[in-house]
């Protein structure tokens, strides 16, 4: 077999899973360790081809992938291997450039630099900040803190709590003291804390529990007064900004000092590709930039591994350029608003059916709800052993609450509806 026979056959082999993704079971039913029994205890001495491998990941594998890829996938921020996005991956690898300095693979740079402008322009973001493509939110956060620090060492990092986990992680890794600030009826951020000690303060627009907004406006203006750095994390939520009517989300953000939105949640890219902007490179440049002999700057070049922690950088920005040119600016809007109103249809349903009720605002594709009288853990888990329909719950105020959080490309309103059904007769 040549490797064009292999490429035949790994493209056979996505082109049918992603045809048949929607037939299979969503969620894995195995217990721990039983992938792992079925894999040889050590390395074969010779070399297989790539055959047997696709062998093993459709009988030992496949029984225990949650399919993400599913069009019933609702689970924590469902999210989208879109086509554009797997045919990249692919040529990413083929290309295996180690996008460290620009000189290391010039078109590497100036392609991540270009997009990040283009992602800038589609959500309405000033331009002219400085943008960059890390693995994650969680990383771009250590990053953002890690700038924080160069302009206010040893103070205190603020954030809701609401607020994603990675940010008191990332608070902890850049050895800064995190603490939780109270949020009001409707989960978002009080403004109204002192900012006396705090080197940093972190708002989330679209929080991970019920994708509540903090007032990031009066944070800005409380923050610039104080000196204080403002990184925004919208993670998830920021991508509605496609849509000038959802672009409400963002307000506030042109004050804010750096901003992480994570095309690998909302924006149909395939893991991982977190966006990271800022308007103070000279702080992130500060916190990171080392030059050894054997890295030695291009005058006139910009070098992204003097912006972040890492050195090797993947080539992401490929597969974010092959997402924004295939979809296009219409159809990345076009979704989103899908998104949108099927989850306003599904809380609809919801809040019509005695019994049941909504819990917390739904701005944009996830809906908070539970059912009255029994256990929404146990709900969603019994929903999710149907092998329908994968869906997780959590806790809002004391309240055990489901969350079906829309984010496939692939979910259409049947979908949304056969849920509903498997929900209601889950118990
Ligand atoms: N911020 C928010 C609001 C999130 O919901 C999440 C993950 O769900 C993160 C940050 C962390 O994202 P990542 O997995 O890219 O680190």
């Given at each position: 077999?040549?490797?064009?026979?292999?490429l035949d056959l790994?493209a056979?082999?996505a082109?049918?899973?992603i045809?048949?993704?929607?037939?299979l079971p969503?969620?894995?039913?195995?217990?721990?360790?039983a992938i792992?029994a079925r894999?040889?205890e050590?390395p074969?001495?010779?070399g297989e081809p790539?055959?047997?491998?696709l062998r093993?990941?459709?009988?030992?594998l496949?029984p225990?992938?949650?399919?993400w890829?599913?069009?019933r996938f609702f689970?924590?921020f469902?999210n989208t291997?879109?086509?554009?996005?797997?045919?990249?991956?692919?040529l990413?690898?083929?290309?295996?450039?180690n996008n460290?300095?620009w000189l290391?693979s010039p078109?590497?740079?100036?392609?991540e630099v270009?997009?990040?402008d283009?992602l800038?322009q589609?959500?309405g973001l000033?331009r002219g900040?400085?943008g960059?493509i890390?693995?994650t939110?969680?990383?771009?956060?250590?990053?953002a803190l890690?700038?924080?620090r160069?302009?206010?060492p040893?103070?205190?990092?603020?954030?809701s709590?609401?607020a994603?986990?990675?940010?008191?992680?990332?608070?902890?890794?850049v050895?800064?003291e995190f603490?939780k600030?109270?949020?009001?009826a409707?989960?978002?951020m009080?403004a109204?804390?002192?900012?006396a000690?705090?080197t940093?303060?972190?708002?989330?627009v679209?929080?991970?529990g019920?994708?509540s907004v903090?007032?990031?406006p009066e944070?800005?203006?409380r923050c610039e007064?104080?000196g204080?750095w403002l990184h925004?994390?919208?993670?998830y939520?920021?991508s509605?900004a496609v849509c000038?009517?959802?672009?409400w989300?963002l307000?506030g953000?042109?004050?804010?000092?750096?901003?992480v939105v994570?095309?690998?949640?909302?924006l149909?890219t395939?893991?991982?590709c977190?966006?990271?902007?800022?308007r103070?490179p000279e702080?992130?440049?500060?916190?990171?930039?080392l030059v050894?002999?054997y890295?030695?700057s291009t005058?006139?070049?910009i070098?992204?591994?003097?912006?972040?922690?890492?050195l090797?950088?993947?080539?992401?920005?490929?597969?974010?350029?092959?997402?924004?040119?295939?979809?296009?600016?219409?159809?990345l809007?076009?979704?989103?608003?899908e998104?949108?109103?099927l989850a306003?249809?599904?809380a609809?349903w919801?809040e019509?059916?005695?019994?049941?009720q909504?819990?917390a605002?739904?701005p944009?594709s996830?809906?908070c709800?539970r059912?009255?009288?029994?256990?929404?853990?146990?709900?969603?888990?019994?929903a999710?052993?149907?092998?329908?329909v994968f869906?997780?719950?959590?806790r809002?105020n004391g309240q055990?609450?489901?969350?079906?959080?829309?984010?496939n490309?692939?979910?259409?309103?049947d979908d949304i509806?056969?849920?509903w059904?498997v929900?209601?007769?889950?118990?």
């Amino acid at each position: 077999m040549t490797f064009r026979d292999d490429l035949d056959l790994a493209a056979d082999w996505a082109a049918a899973y992603i045809e048949r993704v929607g037939e299979l079971p969503v969620a894995a039913e195995v217990a721990p360790g039983a992938i792992r029994a079925r894999l040889p205890e050590s390395p074969p001495e010779r070399g297989e081809p790539f055959s047997a491998l696709l062998r093993d990941l459709d009988e030992v594998l496949l029984p225990g992938i949650s399919h993400w890829n599913h069009p019933r996938f609702f689970a924590w921020f469902s999210n989208t291997g879109s086509e554009p996005g797997v045919l990249a991956e692919l040529l990413v690898a083929a290309l295996n450039v180690n996008n460290m300095t620009w000189l290391a693979s010039p078109a590497a740079t100036e392609l991540e630099v270009t997009v990040m402008d283009w992602l800038a322009q589609l959500l309405g973001l000033p331009r002219g900040w400085h943008g960059q493509i890390e693995d994650t939110a969680s990383t771009a956060t250590v990053a953002a803190l890690a700038a924080a620090r160069t302009v206010r060492p040893g103070g205190v990092v603020y954030a809701s709590e609401q607020a994603n986990f990675s940010v008191e992680k990332a608070a902890r890794l850049v050895g800064l003291e995190f603490r939780k600030v109270e949020v009001d009826a409707e989960f978002r951020m009080r403004a109204d804390f002192p900012l006396a000690d705090a080197t940093a303060v972190v708002a989330t627009v679209g929080t991970t529990g019920t994708t509540s907004v903090d007032p990031v406006p009066e944070l800005a203006r409380r923050c610039e007064e104080a000196g204080v750095w403002l990184h925004v994390d919208a993670a998830y939520a920021g991508s509605a900004a496609v849509c000038p009517e959802l672009r409400w989300c963002l307000a506030g953000v042109e004050r804010a000092d750096s901003l992480v939105v994570n095309p690998h949640k909302w924006l149909f890219t395939p893991m991982d590709c977190s966006a990271l902007w800022t308007r103070r490179p000279e702080a992130f440049h500060e916190a990171f930039a080392l030059v050894p002999d054997y890295l030695a700057s291009t005058e006139g070049a910009i070098d992204l591994k003097d912006y972040g922690p890492a050195l090797g950088r993947r080539f992401r920005s490929l597969k974010l350029w092959a997402v924004l040119r295939w979809y296009g600016a219409e159809g990345l809007r076009e979704l989103i608003r899908e998104h949108v109103r099927l989850a306003q249809l599904f809380a609809s349903w919801v809040e019509a059916e005695p019994g049941w009720q909504v819990t917390a605002p739904h701005p944009f594709s996830t809906v908070c709800f539970r059912r009255e009288g029994c256990d929404n853990f146990e709900l969603a888990r019994a929903a999710t052993a149907t092998g329908e329909v994968f869906v997780a719950a959590t806790r809002l105020n004391g309240q055990d609450v489901i969350r079906l959080a829309i984010g496939n490309a692939r979910t259409t309103e049947d979908d949304i509806r056969r849920t509903w059904e498997v929900l209601q007769s889950a118990l």
